[in-house]
């Protein structure tokens, strides 16, 4: 169970290179950390993964049950929450996540009712996503995709908006949805979650310079000791 990125090259159309011959073998169903300074690729590489670039060489490979799988289900919550939404109200942005799956629309009402309560958001269905917090927005994405059962779940810094709670919240979400068999690749810069990761793939300058466990890379990287 891994995503190949084999000898992948990639471009933005106006600017130099970024990656040249990255090649990564990705555990899945773990959690994978991409870390990185700001700029180093961390946001490109997951668009490359999940589709929304193209590499303009090489292949991504998602190996999963012993084949290789075309119809990967993505929850990807994006860096900026503004990018997220399309709907003009809350609870249309939860339920139409559950378009084109056979559910009648009072199902779908009602799991979108369920989701929005989890986030204590349910009160707020009319308003427009526009008027909610940075926080509140993060949490009504991952609420959206949440409920869609995705196979990877991409997080680009999901806790750069969330206050404490909500975030220790989403990591016990994330162990949850860990051993339900889901893969997670989360891009984070900090220490903490780091530490919980049990892949770490770090970036500089569109090179891959560090995979492997997270002990090692706080220790060689970032001068931490790992405390078990
Ligand atoms: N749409 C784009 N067009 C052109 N260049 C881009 C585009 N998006 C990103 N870049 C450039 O590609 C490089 C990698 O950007 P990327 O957003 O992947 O980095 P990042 O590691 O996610 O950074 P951050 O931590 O700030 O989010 C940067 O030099 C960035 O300026
Ligand atoms: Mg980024």
């Known amino acids: 169970m891994r995503i190949q990125i ?16 990255i090649n990564l ?17 961390k946001t490109s590489l997951v668009k490359l993964i999940s589709g929304l670039l193209k590499p303009d ?3 991504i490979i998602f190996e999963m049950n012993g084949a290789t799988q075309r119809n990967i289900h993505f929850g990807y919550l994006f860096q900026n929450p503004d990018d997220q939404f399309i709907h003009f109200n809350i ?19 009602v799991k979108a009712a369920e989701a929005l309560e989890e986030i204590d958001l349910i009160d707020r269905k009319s308003d427009s996503p526009n008027r909610l917090s940075g926080g509140e927005k993060q949490r ?11 196979d990877i779940l991409i997080l680009d810094e999901p806790c750069s908006f969330l206050d404490i709670f ?4 989403l990591y016990e979400k994330i162990d949850v949805l860990i051993k339900q068999g889901v893969s997670v690749i989360w891009i ?3 220490v903490h979650e780091i530490r919980m990761a049990d892949y770490v793939i770090a970036l500089e300058q569109g090179q ?16 931490s000791d790992y405390e078990a």
């Open 188 to 190: 984070s810069q900090e």
């Open 208 to 223: 891959v310079i560090y995979t492997g466990n997270s002990a090692d890379y706080l220790k060689n990287f970032r001068n």
């Open 140 to 150: 009504l994405a991952l609420a959206g995709m949440m409920i869609t059962q995705p």
């Open 166 to 169: 909500t975030q220790i919240r």
């Open 6 to 21: 084999s000898a992948l090259d990639f471009q933005y159309k106006i600017r130099q290179e970024l990656f040249r011959n």
């Open 57 to 59: 060489k090489g292949q």
């Open 91 to 109: 609870e249309r942005e939860v339920a139409f996540n559950l378009e084109n799956r056979g559910m009648s629309s009072a199902e779908m009402q």
């Open 25 to 41: 073998s990705i555990p899945l169903q773990r959690r994978v950390v991409i870390t990185g300074d700001s700029g180093s690729g």
